[in-house]
């Protein structure tokens, strides 16, 4: 869908509207006529420039559900993983290696040998929201040609959930880290501690006030304490993944070796022994599931499971993709960790879900993601021109709870009931605790922050329990 039902039946009443006041000022049908078929005009055009404009901008956007895994390996790698599990308060998630393009997998829960079914899917993913604390379940996964038949039992966690929080910044800002040898700022960029205990912000940099065509490398800042002591900051070193295309939003996770994904319209990687120099991993590189993919974040989601969220638009709405891996290696698209709909303010052909950031704190899952890109065609043509009507839009961020990693629900808008517990003055935020302590980054293009101009800055992170 490449229009906005909200803005079309706003537009019909004020046609409607108007063209009543003019019949009966001029007495007749034919100014109304007139006036009409304006504008219908106008909306055409507009309709057409819409769908131009997204068109344009998605030439690039090669797309594949099946990511990083060839489709010779599938039943190599059904084999091999078979089925995953992962749980928590009142949920279970299955996960594994799927076929979608020549299989479709029913769910069901076994009692007594007796099979319910749960639900239907295409990818391999499945979300058990039901799980009774401490109760043994058994779960078969089968496909519709019987090519893929497992059975898996466990047991449902004991924890209860949590209660809400929602995070608050607590402090002033501060500055963290501005380039001076690579760049001339840092934009979205990632915070993580090295093998030897040194602590490492990578991020978005080029010369100037901010393009990103010129955007090819990271500017890379180190020091031994996170944030550094008041009134000194992390020091500049060598610029990270120079590879000679361009280079956005990286993020960095420790598993058997550091790795670095980046994108856009693909996840790329970069890969390293000790959390410093890192080198490309081309082989482990695949193309996304949907358009406008970006900003990639992984995190463990339980032993031998992780999962990567990515900025994407799913039709005409944003979403917050998620791709699932049992090593790191092997990556599958498992649907959208945030839907978007009917009422989101937001919905631009460039995506608005931009730098999406997934922690954990005291038993809940919080995702946070800058709210930006607005919608309509203009938008993608003014940030051309280095212009960002309502400059103080580009620091809203938005968080959203759950009580799993793997669905935060959908997203109408914040008239509508939702999950979102907060929002957020700070661009491309971080997240990092340390020693207890929660701290928040921000940072931006010179040319369109309002927080800082060119250095990412730090502050105290607070949570207020909120139900």
Not at 109 to 119: M, N, Q, S, V
Not at 344 to 358: I, K, L
Request: charged share 25%.
């Amino acid at each position: 869908m490449l229009y906005n039902p909200a803005i079309w039946v706003i537009l019909k009443a004020i046609i409607r509207r108007r063209g009543e006041a003019l019949m009966k000022k001029f007495g007749g049908r034919s100014c109304f006529k007139l006036i009409l078929s304006i504008a219908v005009g106008v909306l055409a055009l507009l309709f057409v420039l819409e769908t131009a404009v997204r068109m344009i901008i998605d030439l690039p956007a090669k797309t594949d559900f099946y990511s990083s895994i060839s489709r010779a390996d599938i039943r190599t790698l059904q084999q091999k993983f078979g089925v995953k599990t992962a749980s928590g308060p009142g949920w279970i998630h299955l996960g594994w290696i799927a076929h979608p393009e020549q299989e479709r997998y029913r769910v069901y829960r076994i009692d007594e040998e007796a099979e319910t079914l749960l639900g239907e899917t295409r990818y391999g993913s499945f979300l058990f929201e039901k799980a009774a604390q401490g109760r043994e379940y058994r779960f078969r996964v089968l496909s519709d040609n019987s090519a893929f038949d497992r059975t898996v039992k466990l047991s449902a966690g004991t924890a209860p959930a949590g209660p809400v929080y929602a995070p608050r910044i607590a402090s002033a800002w501060r500055p963290l880290f501005r380039p001076r040898q690579s760049g001339d700022y840092v934009n979205d960029h990632t915070v993580f501690r090295d093998r030897s205990g040194v602590w490492r912000l990578v991020g978005i940099t080029a010369f100037g006030e901010g393009d990103y065509s010129k955007e090819k490398y990271f500017a890379h800042g180190s020091s031994r304490t996170f944030p550094p002591p008041p009134g000194s900051m992390m020091q500049e070193e060598e610029p990270v993944a120079d590879f000679g295309r361009i280079a956005w939003a990286p993020h960095v996770i420790r598993g058997d070796r550091y790795y670095l994904w980046y994108s856009p319209h693909r996840a790329y990687c970069a890969a390293s022994d000790d959390g410093r120099v890192f080198r490309e991993e081309a082989g482990l590189s695949f193309l996304p599931r949907n358009p406008q993919f970006r900003d990639p974040m992984v995190i463990k989601a339980a032993d031998g499971q992780w999962l990567m969220y990515a900025t994407a638009r799913d039709g005409y709405y944003s979403s917050i993709d998620a791709y699932q891996s049992f090593d790191l290696r092997h990556w599958q698209y498992i649907g959208p960790a945030l839907s978007m709909g009917y009422g989101a303010e937001r919905a631009g052909a460039q995506a608005s879900t931009e730098s999406p950031f997934v922690l954990r704190y005291r038993g809940r899952y919080y995702l946070s993601f800058t709210y930006n890109n607005d919608s309509f065609f203009w938008n993608p043509l003014l940030l051309s021109l280095k212009i960002w009507p309502e400059r103080e839009s580009y620091n809203d961020t938005l968080v959203m709870q759950s009580a799993n990693p793997y669905s935060f629900g959908m997203y109408r808008g914040r008239k509508r009931p939702s999950s979102l517990v907060a929002g957020l003055r700070a661009h491309a935020p971080e997240y990092v605790q340390v020693d207890g302590r929660w701290f928040i980054t921000t940072a931006g293009w010179p040319w369109a922050a309002s927080i800082t101009s060119g250095e990412v800055a730090v502050a105290e992170l607070a949570w207020d329990e909120i139900r």
